[in-house]
């Protein structure tokens, strides 16, 4: 047996076993291990199903620990279904159990096993206890809380970005405060030391950027470390960053003290967090200040709350001058914050034509994480096919592997856009259930062993869809990059003026650069008549097909890297001259 095929079997041993435990008793362990598997499994309803019993079985039996474990199996799985806002509920359902962290044996949580011991080790908050009333009070619940609010259609901007600052005093209050150190060498002209600290040196958005920016960096201007935090997943990119990087240290496994030791031993000039509150990030670590300027750049779409964090890079479109969203940083506005370094993406070829000309209809779609898929932009893509009866639109997430939960999705989509669009009409229900097209991520069903669509599987499927349709209020960022290298038009939705939200407008960024600003909509009406407009204009999409790869190629990969390290060179230099005219 291959390996995929013995864990296979060992698994449904392991089922088979907790549901004999089942029928004799509604064990909390027994409901707990069904849930993990049926989550592992990518079943999420079914695993919901039986969280949803452990936490009832854990707390009748008064074990606040076990609840907690069977709470975040819960909320984990309710994101898998892209379910933001019932994940959020059940946060808040959780930490106003007031959990003591002492009493949770085991959690799985999302953090590196270092944070999560500083955190647990962190004096309590006299009156709020460990778990506290609020998610962001809980060192347990608070990275994944804040990560997901930015989800969230329902939360205002501005209540998603205090929750952040809030997080970010209590933090402070925690740890204690920090001194700033000094460097020695106060050479206005000399090469400036600069650490990248990440958790994403891998396969991920934010390695699509740094891979670019590492590859233009001016040596004679900067000398550049790369601190990984986790050695979870390491691949060929990891390879590729660590020859393009002047130092590599790993850092993982490290408590944050020891983290802020290394970097200051090796004199960090300036030191650039790329995760934020994203999992596997180190923000204890960045609160302790372990260089004389502080960073947070690409991997996060919100202030990170510390307050010691000097600056926070990004551009004029996602966050315009005029915006008054909330900061702890100072932002830093360049003429872009992002490029896109896939090289293995050009070897995929652009279809010939878009799908319109061989069907006679448009195919809109999106492979956003599903997470993304909020209310709000669901009933606006509701609307887009109730405008276009004869249209489709294609999806791809790993829950359409399994038909429950396709359906759920299925049911839920249908549910928001007949609400959205004011209509009962049980018949037109039924024609835009048609219109909705599912793949899912993993390639065929052989042993059930769930290996991902090879990328360039998944980068060819661009071709089966005439026009990417952005969510939000998360964008897209490597899909939106994807598909416009792919010949693929992406319509969007921005936040402007003094309303700007930045997680709202990076798809934005990315059009304006390419020469679509067209594409960017300001509301449902304007979103609907674009998609509208483009499915009536063949000749348009045969025109972008051909020349968008083109225009990305100028852009993403050739011009944005080098031009946009430029600017964040003389961003550095600008900022260690404040910091030597401040400390003099």
């Not at 405060?177 to 090469?191: A, G, H, K, Y």
């Not at 994807?482 to 700007?500: K, Q, R, Y």
């Amino acid at each position: 047996w291959s390996s995929a095929q013995s864990a296979q079997r060992l698994q449904q041993r392991e089922l088979k076993l907790y549901e004999a435990t089942l029928k004799s008793d509604e064990s909390v362990l027994a409901l707990q291990a069904m849930g993990d598997i049926c989550e592992r499994e990518k079943r999420c309803t079914l695993a919901i199903q039986y969280y949803q019993r452990a936490v009832a079985a854990a707390l009748s039996a008064g074990d606040l620990g076990r609840a907690t474990t069977a709470w975040k199996g819960w909320q984990q799985a309710l994101g898998f279904l892209g379910e933001s806002e019932q994940a959020l509920k059940v946060m808040e359902e959780a930490a106003a159990a007031t959990v003591d962290l002492k009493a949770v044996p085991d959690l799985h949580v999302s953090r590196p096993p270092p944070a999560t011991a500083y955190w647990e080790r962190a004096d309590r908050m006299d009156k709020h206890g460990a778990g506290g009333t609020s998610p962001v009070e809980s060192p347990f619940w608070a990275p994944a809380y804040l990560m997901v609010l930015n989800y969230s259609s329902s939360r205002s901007r501005d209540a998603v970005s205090q929750a952040h600052l809030e997080w970010g005093k209590l933090l402070r209050r925690r740890i204690g405060p920090c001194e700033r150190p000094l460097t020695q060498n106060r050479d206005r002209s000399r090469v400036l030391k600069v650490g990248y600290m990440s958790g994403d040196f891998y396969s991920h958005v934010v390695a699509d950027t740094i891979e670019g920016i590492l590859r233009a960096h001016n040596r004679d201007c900067v000398h550049i470390t790369c601190y990984q935090l986790t050695t979870r997943k390491q691949d060929a990119t990891t390879e590729r960053l660590r020859t393009l990087a002047d130092a590599w240290v790993s850092v993982a496994g490290l408590e944050a003290s020891d983290v802020v030791a290394k970097i200051r031993a090796d004199a960090m000039d300036i030191c650039v967090d790329l995760g934020g509150h994203t999992d596997g990030s180190r923000l204890d670590v960045m609160a302790m200040r372990p260089a004389p300027i502080l960073a947070t750049w690409i991997g996060y779409p919100n202030t990170t709350g510390v307050d010691c964090i000097d600056y926070r890079i990004t551009d004029g479109q996602c966050d315009p001058p005029e915006s008054t969203q909330m900061y702890s940083e100072k932002l830093v506005r360049l003429s872009t914050f992002i490029s896109f370094w896939k090289p293995e993406l050009l070897n995929v070829p652009v279809g010939a034509s878009p799908p319109i000309t061989a069907k006679g209809h448009i195919t809109f779609g999106t492979f956003n994480n599903i997470i993304k898929h909020s209310e709000a932009s669901q009933g606006c893509w509701g609307k887009v096919l109730l405008a276009l009866p004869t249209s489709t639109l294609l999806m791809k997430a790993e829950i359409f592997e399994h038909d429950a939960d396709r359906q759920y999705w299925e049911d839920r989509f249908i549910e928001i856009a007949m609400k959205t669009s004011g209509s009962c009409n049980f018949e037109r229900a039924g024609k835009l259930r048609k219109q909705l097209s599912f793949i899912s991520r993993f390639k065929g069903r052989p042993n059930n062993t769930h290996a991902y669509i090879p990328y360039a599987d998944h980068v060819a499927m661009y071709n089966d869809m005439d026009v990417m349709v952005d969510s939000w209020p998360y964008s897209g960022t490597t899909t939106t990059a994807e598909a416009l290298l792919m010949g693929v038009p992406v319509v969007t939705m921005a936040l402007t003026g003094v309303a700007a939200c930045h997680s709202h407008n990076v798809s934005a960024s990315l059009l304006e650069q390419v020469g679509l600003g067209e594409l960017v909509a300001t509301s449902d009406e304007e979103f609907v008549q674009i998609c509208v407009d483009l499915s009536k204009n063949p000749d348009r999409l045969q025109h972008m097909k051909a020349t968008l790869r083109d225009k990305c190629l100028n852009s993403f990969i050739k011009q944005v890297p080098d031009a946009l390290c430029r600017e964040v060179e003389e961003a550095y230099r600008s900022w260690w001259h404040k910091y030597l005219d401040d400390t003099a």
